[in-house]
Nanobody, 119 residues
């Protein structure tokens, strides 16, 4: 059973920075894709960024140039560095790992961590 545990959320002023971490425990293949999603009150969950096993990345337009996703495969950890935070970045941020073995795929989620950007 794979478990994802996020940390690093909190309250920050506009323009500030936070670094989210997601540690995965359990069996994970080396080919997985890791991602960060967020969901603000009254809004649908949206993809913030994802990163492949080779390090290739994709970002939502709203966070390009401000957020950086990275991973440390040796530590089974995915990071989201968030800079120049805006009030509209306020949301619950959740870590996701999509993994597969042959034709069987797995979708793992963390419990989420609250990020609040406010003065």
């Amino acid at each position: 059973q794979v478990q994802l545990v996020e940390s690093g959320g909190g309250l920050v002023q506009p323009g500030g920075s936070l670094r989210l971490s997601c540690v995965a425990s359990g069996r994970i293949s080396s080919q997985n894709v890791a991602a960060w999603y967020r969901q603000a009150p009254g809004k649908q969950r949206e993809l913030v960024a994802n990163i492949g096993s080779s390090g290739s990345t994709n970002y939502a337009d709203s966070v390009k140039g401000r957020f950086t996703i990275s991973r440390d495969n040796a530590k089974n950890t995915v990071y989201l560095q968030m800079n120049s935070l805006k009030p509209e970045d306020t949301a619950v941020y959740s870590c996701n790992i999509f993994d597969w073995y042959g034709s069987i795929s797995y979708d793992y989620w963390g419990q989420g961590t609250q990020v609040t950007v406010s003065s």
